[in-house]
């Protein structure tokens, strides 16, 4: 059974750089499927960040592009989010997930979320 | 960039009826590229459907997706206990992918 998990800090200053690892169990990331990072501000709806796949090829969304590194490590099973410069509006439970078929999706297995919050 | 917009915002049924949600593309989704979640309250989403009409692994077959171009459509033959909650469709046609925001589905 595919699990992730997401891990980092629940908490981030403004303008600081939030940062989340995505552990994955039950299956190598160097067997294929693009990983994602989608994001739900508290009370409202999905929003794709960006995907990584196991080359280290990367999409993210235009309207985060600018602020967004995504990247993969293979030899831990991990992919990381790296999203800079946040301000109060980036506050939201952080999903990572496995893309089943690309990069945008569907995603099939997800991790339970973790709440990020942007305050000073 | 395809908005994706989902009517009724809310649903309000009883256990046994059917359940019709619509989600409604700005431009032509792709090879029907459309998925559908559904999200229970302090849970990630899991998915339901994809390719607008396959279930996913363990979906039970009372959901059933269909539809094409811009108009798909989710359906619960028979809602159960479990069924409530807030679903959300999906289009991975074109980037950037997006979500429609959401229909509510509580009990009557």
């Known amino acids: 059974q595919v699990q992730l998990q997401e891990s980092g800090p629940g908490l981030v200053k403004p303008s600081e750089t939030l940062s989340l690892t995505c552990s994955v169990s039950g299956y190598s990331i160097t067997s294929g499927h693009y990983w994602g990072w989608i994001r739900q501000p508290p009370g409202k709806g999905l929003e794709w960040i960006g995907s990584v796949y196991r080359s280290g090829n990367t999409y993210s969304n235009p309207s985060l592009k600018s602020r967004v590194t995504i990247s993969v490590d293979t030899s831990k099973n991990q992919f990381s989010l790296k999203l800079s410069s946040v301000t109060a509006a980036d506050t939201a439970v952080f999903y990572c997930?496995?893309?089943?078929?690309?990069?945008?999706?569907?995603?099939?297995?997800w991790g339970q979320g973790t709440l990020v919050t942007v305050s000073s | 960039e395809i908005v994706l917009t989902q009517s009724p915002g809310t649903l309000s049924l009883s256990p046994g009826e059917r359940a019709t949600l619509s989600c409604r593309a700005s431009q032509s989704v792709s090879s029907s590229d459309l998925a559908w979640y559904q999200q229970k309250p302090g849970q990630a989403p899991r998915l339901l459907i994809y390719d607008a009409s396959n279930r996913a692994t363990d979906i039970p077959d009372r959901f059933s997706g269909s539809g094409s171009g811009t108009d798909f459509t989710l359906t619960i033959s028979r809602l159960e206990p479990e069924d409530f909650a807030v679903y959300y469709c999906q289009q991975y046609g074109s980037s950037p992918p997006a979500f429609g925001p959401g229909t509510k589905v509580d009990i009557k």
């Open positions: 997930a496995r893309g089943r078929g690309a990069a945008a999706g569907p995603f099939d297995f």
